[in-house]
């Protein structure tokens, strides 16, 4: 909240039935909010309803039976990805586990504020897992594209949504409504509806609040678009070394390299922009790019510790790639919607053994190419490998208690991000002693 000279004083409702969320025959309150040069964060309390209704953006309509929700953070809280502040649970931990589909909030609000100041409400910055947003019955905007019956979901950015100007008494009453909808691909034990609220203010504050916002979303990513650009760099001198023409394969590092780059900048490309839709990103995702990630880095380092006496490994690759991509695709939530519980478990299972099956090829190429190597440069490839790894097989380490994501500075960073940022400058420096080599025999 940013104040430069007026008190804020947020009087929210006088509650006879505090605390209770039975029916009511009481209209729902509405909170009282003074502004200056000020913002409000709207914690509640909202009225909260699943299922979808068009009535239900209409300032008339009677919620006073819905259940009410108040989203007011602990202290320090933020989500678990980036470390957005004000982070709530959602209405899975709320009454609802498992429930995917429409919701709505409302809450109505009556501004205090000088005539014809011109207001803003801030959108909420993390919500499971897109919104439209209505204010006195009208549609206002939103992260997602409900032009269809399924939402077309992007990734929830911050935004800056002007409300109608204020009466000449400087007093205004808002009905705001959201309209939620959760993908089953979001589905989680903390998931669902919103997490962060939406802030209410004078253009200004709320103007210097959307750059802190997206600030905070530049920071989380930014090292997934610093990471591809070095993998990009580091692919184009592997294809230095090819242009060698010493024997030595290492077409697979190339290909390794790209696909990592790609696999990270995935995540920028949803977060940050419009040009992949939350089923897009999870197909290219999951289905795509991690399975065949862990099939060429495996070739990768097989070709870079000179393994190759073993024909059944390339086929054994191949067949364990066919089968991982088969079964995450079956396992997702969307492809076959109606397919029964526990052929999505037998799909999650599968995929789960396929990658401890990966896991176990690719340590066991790591422990022979030291092995079978005399040179010192071995142990640091084994070291590169490694690191790779531990970006690789996230989910195995995540199931051994290995934290998967710390917060410096209050800003999350992924235990993969700090693989990567070691295995770069290393794998450069493998890199230069191979060119070194080839020199020196030539």
């Not at 025959?25 to 909260?48: D, I, K, Q």
Request: hydrophobic share 45%.
């Amino acid at each position: 909240m940013r104040s430069s000279g007026v008190l804020i004083s947020v009087c929210m409702f006088v509650a006879l039935l505090i605390g209770s969320r039975l029916a009511s025959a009481e209209p729902a309150p509405t909170a009282h909010v003074t502004l200056g040069h000020s913002t409000v964060a709207l914690n509640g309390p909202w009225r909260f309803h699943i299922g979808d209704d068009p009535r239900w953006s209409s300032p008339d309509f009677d919620d006073s039976a819905w259940e009410a929700v108040d989203l007011t953070p602990e202290p320090g809280s933020h989500d678990g990805d980036v470390g957005l502040p004000g982070y709530v649970s959602g209405w899975s931990r709320r009454g609802h586990a498992r429930y995917t589909g429409y919701a709505w909030y409302r809450m109505k609000v009556t501004v205090d504020s000088g005539a014809g100041v011109p207001l803003a409400l801030a959108g909420p910055t993390l919500v499971d897992s897109t919104y439209q947003l209505y204010v006195n019955g009208t549609l206002l905007g939103g992260s997602g594209d409900f032009s269809s019956a399924r939402p077309r979901v992007f990734g929830v950015r911050p935004t800056v949504f002007p409300l109608p100007s204020s009466s000449p008494e400087g007093a205004q009453t808002y009905l705001i409504a959201f309209r939620v909808w959760m993908d089953p691909i979001d589905a989680g034990e903390d998931n669902g509806g919103i997490h962060v609220s939406p802030t209410i203010g004078d253009a200004d504050g709320i103007d210097q609040l959307y750059r802190v916002q997206w600030l905070k979303t530049f920071t989380g990513y930014v090292a997934d678009t610093i990471e591809p650009l070095a993998f990009v760099l580091l692919g184009l001198m592997v294809v230095g070394l090819i242009a060698c023409r010493t024997g030595d394969s290492y077409r697979w590092l190339a290909v390794a390299l790209l696909l990592l780059a790609l696999l990270r900048i995935n995540q920028v490309l949803f977060y940050w922009t419009h040009l992949l839709d939350l089923r897009c990103y999870d197909i290219v995702t999951t289905v795509i790019l991690r399975p065949l990630n862990l099939a060429v880095w495996t070739l990768a380092w097989r070709d870079w510790f000179r393994l190759k006496r073993y024909p059944w490994l390339r086929l054994g690759i191949v067949a364990l790639t066919v089968i991982y991509m088969v079964f995450a695709l079956v396992g997702r939530p969307w492809p076959v919607p109606d397919a029964n519980h526990g052929l999505k478990t037998v799909a999650g299972f599968a995929v789960e053994l396929v990658r401890v099956a990966y896991a176990g090829l690719y340590l066991w190429i790591i422990g022979l190419g030291v092995i079978r190597s005399a040179k010192p440069s071995a142990y640091l490839a084994a070291l590169g490998a490694i690191l790779v790894g531990v970006g690789l097989f996230a989910t195995e380490l995540n199931g051994l208690g290995i934290p998967g994501i710390w917060f410096p500075y209050g800003t999350g960073v992924a235990r993969g991000q700090y693989a990567y940022a070691a295995f770069i400058p290393l794998l450069f420096a493998l890199i230069l002693l191979r060119f070194v080599g080839y020199v020196r025999r030539r």
